[in-house]
Every structure is written in structure tokens, then in C-alpha cells.
């Protein structure tokens, strides 16, 4: 799955192209993946306008000028791709379909705007989705309601952090920043990548961590995702930038992935052990577990 930065390189590439579009029409092949009425589509979808594009933890927001919105989550192997005469881009799972013809077998919904151009919404294992439901009525969505803070907010910070980890204060580290209840966007490359910055262990229990570490731990959080976007975001496998082309975050990185090879900042080889079910890497000299 997609984690914040990813997504939102997404949302960048987006707003530059079709804000100020008007959609014209709309087609889809599996309900599932667009669960709308067609009367809500008649009503708010055809003839609004993009005003806006926002993000929202790991998932896309557009909002409209019938003060309705598209809520997109791509899940696994979704992928936005835009189609028109004055620029083409794609994001998602790198698959063919990102630069060959569409629509095609994983084509599950297009959307057409009155220029012609389209946004086709691609999805093979069909886990993704795009929901139009009123703008007003977001934040009641069930999936949002659980979502913990934005962490690139300036409201977030060790504060907050703080108290969304006493809510896991039995549970690793590792496992309460991948918690989307706890902290919305940061995945497994992320929280590595955070930890070592913070010189946290990933297996530390959150009640062992007193208010200088979570201090270190949220600017540490802040900065590794501020660098992944302005970077194009990762290269995992299942990610590629909005334009197509693979993020190069995993260039700068310091230990996701890096096992066996010296720490940049001591000198100690790189491990990779498994924490809360997941591979994790860290350094044993800079990230001592309490």
C-alpha cells in the first residue's frame, strides 16, 4: 500500500492538470470500485467542476463545485492516469498500463471531462476505490473517523504524538506508528526510516519512551516525509510517482532496506529483523532497545 508521501506526489501532479476541469461523463465495470448512485452521479457528479485537490492520510480528495467530492483510495494496485492533449501522467502500481493504451483489462473507472481529456482509475486486484459523497459529510466517513492526525500538519507534534502512543503503550514502537488509528500515512519504510533518524529502537515498547524521545521521533517523522515528497517518494515496488516514473526517496535513505550494508552515521552494519509481522531495519550500536 502506498504510504503518505507517495500519495501525496499523487495529489501535486493532479492539481496541476485537471483543477478547473468540468467532468462530462463517467463509466465504470465493477460497482465495487465506484459505489455511487447514478442518480447522486447525474445530480453531482456531470457538469461539476474541480475546485480543489486535497490528501487526506493515504487517500485523494476532489472536491467540486456541486460541494461534492470524489474520495479515491488506491489500496494496493490502484492507479490515477491522466489522458489529455496537453499532458499525460500516471501514479500508482507500475504496470504497463501506466504508459500503454487505455482503457484496458484493469480499467475500472473513466472519468471524462469536457475537454476530452480523462482520469481513468485502474485497479487489477479491485481492493481500491472511488466514492462521490458530499463534501460536508467527509470527515463521517468511518474509514476518516478512525484515522489518527496528519503528521506533516503544524498542529502535529510531540504533544500529540504523544498522546495518540499512550493509546499502544503496551505495544512496539514499530507497530504504533504503522497503527493508521495512531497516525495516518506512515507505512513500514517510513517508520524505519524515523526510528533510526530518532534513534529509537523499533521493538522499545511506547511506555518506555519518555517526552525527549517522542520530541526526536516527531521532527524525525516530519523531516524523513518531507524529504520522501520533495524526492518523488519511494521506489517500493508498488509505487511510482504522478508522472510515471519511479519516486528516488531510497536513494537518500539510511537503513530501509540497506541491511548489511555500514551505518551512514556510525559505521555498524545495517540489520533486518522482524517487528510487529513486518521486516524491519535498523542499526543494534545507534538504536539500542530499552
Given at each position: ?164 502512543l499512550l493509546r499502544k503503550a503496551n505495544t512496539s ?68 510517482n504522478a508522472r510515471g516514473q519511479r519516486g528516488n ?42
Open positions: 500500500m502506498p504510504e503518505l508521501p507517495e500519495v501525496e506526489v499523487i495529489r501535486l501532479g493532479l492539481n496541476e492538470l485537471i483543477i478547473g476541469k468540468k467532468f462530462s461523463d463517467v463509466e465504470f465495470d465493477w460497482v465495487k470500485s465506484f459505489p455511487n448512485a447514478k442518480n447522486d452521479i447525474k445530480l453531482f457528479l456531470l457538469n461539476a467542476k474541480v475546485i480543489n485537490i486535497q490528501r487526506k492520510g493515504k487517500s485523494i480528495i476532489i472536491n467540486l463545485s456541486s460541494n461534492y467530492s470524489l474520495v479515491i483510495h488506491l489500496r494496493m494496485t490502484g492507479q490515477l492516469i491522466y489522458r489529455g492533449e496537453d499532458a499525460q501522467f500516471g501514479g500508482g502500481h507500475p504496470s504497463e498500463s501506466l504508459v500503454g493504451n487505455l482503457p484496458d483489462k484493469s480499467t475500472r473507472v473513466i472519468f471524462t471531462f469536457s475537454d476530452k481529456s480523462k482520469l481513468f482509475f485502474n485497479d487489477q486486484r479491485k481492493f481500491g476505490w472511488v466514492k462521490l459523497v458530499p463534501t460536508s459529510l467527509i470527515e463521517e466517513i468511518s474509514f476518516y473517523k478512525k484515522l489518527g492526525p496528519e503528521p506533516l500538519l503544524k498542529s502535529f507534534d510531540a504533544v500529540v504524538l504523544h498522546e495518540r514502537i514499530k507497530a504504533a506508528l504503522l497503527d493508521q488509528t495512531v497516525l495516518a500515512g506512515v507505512g513500514n519504510i517510513y517508520a524505519d526510516e524515523s526510528l533510526w533518524t530518532a534513534k529509537i529502537h523499533p521493538a522499545t515498547q511506547v511506555k518506555k519512551l519518555n517526552i525527549e524521545e517522542t520530541t526526536k521521533l516527531t521532527r524525525a517523522i516530519k523531516a524523513v516525509l518531507k524529504l520522501s515528497i520533495k524526492n518523488g517518494g519511494s521506489t517500493d515496488r508498488n509505487y511510482v526517496y531510497l536513494v537518500f535513505a539510511n537503513v530501509f532496506r540497506l541491511n548489511g550494508k555500514p551505518c551512514k552515521r556510525c559505521g555498524t552494519i545495517i540489520i533486518k529483523i522482524r517487528v510487529a509481522g513486518r521486516g524491519t531495519h535498523l542499526c543494534p550500536s545507534c538504536q539500542k532497545i530499552k
